[in-house]
């Protein structure tokens, strides 16, 4: 299963780019951070998404068992706008225009006075997007090359069916977020789906 977007999660921008005004729809007055798209219906890529919340990093994480990523070694970082965050936190759900970015870095072994372990490089191998846009139909994903604009997943994608059914909260895998689990028990607000897992994991 594709890593573009599993684990968890992602998001958006506030963003005019140059000599572009008129081709890119604003954001909310009230959530700087909400969902920017261009006319032809692209996502931008947020550049201030590193000062938004982090959540979590994982290495190597892949849910397909027959995945070999022993050449290609990856920390995935989760960040989330703060304004979503923040309700979270209140209420263990995600408000709508939640957006999450998923940025997958290069895992480093060998540099300067690094003897073991791995650490996470300047090189960024994916970036990806899951927005909780009801204006947009709901969650999507956006998949991000090189460029500031991403296009949206199609619904076949099987980001979408493992998130619906695999989730903890509301299709996003808050079960690797470790600041947020707790948030989500106290509040009651896993999916059924997610404590379906976690029975089937513990009996084994």
Not at 139 to 156: H, I, K, M, S
Request: glycine fraction near 10%.
């Amino acid at each position: 299963m594709n890593r573009v977007w599993l684990s968890l999660g992602i998001a958006t921008v506030v963003i005019v780019l140059a000599g572009s005004r008129s081709s890119v729809t604003a954001a909310s007055s009230n959530n700087p951070n909400a969902a920017v798209y261009t006319a032809d219906g692209k996502l931008v890529f947020p550049p201030n998404y590193r000062e938004w919340v982090y959540l979590t990093t994982g290495l190597d994480m892949d849910y397909s068992p027959t995945v070999n990523l022993a050449e290609h070694s990856m920390f995935d970082n989760v960040f989330v706008n703060p304004e979503s965050y923040k309700a979270f936190v209140a209420t263990g759900k995600w408000p709508d225009k939640t957006t999450f970015v998923l940025e997958g870095r290069v895992a480093g072994s060998k540099g300067s006075i690094n003897k073991g372990g791995h650490y996470q490089t300047t090189e960024i191998m994916s970036r990806s997007i899951h927005v909780k846009d009801e204006s947009h139909g709901g969650w999507a994903f956006y998949g991000f090359g090189d460029g500031p604009n991403g296009d949206r997943l199609p619904q076949t994608a099987v980001c979408y069916s493992c998130h619906a059914d695999h989730g903890a909260v509301d299709t996003t895998f808050v079960q690797f977020y470790p600041t947020l689990v707790d948030i989500a028990k106290q509040k009651g607000t896993f999916s059924s789906g997610y404590l379906k897992d976690q029975t089937q994991a513990e009996k084994k």
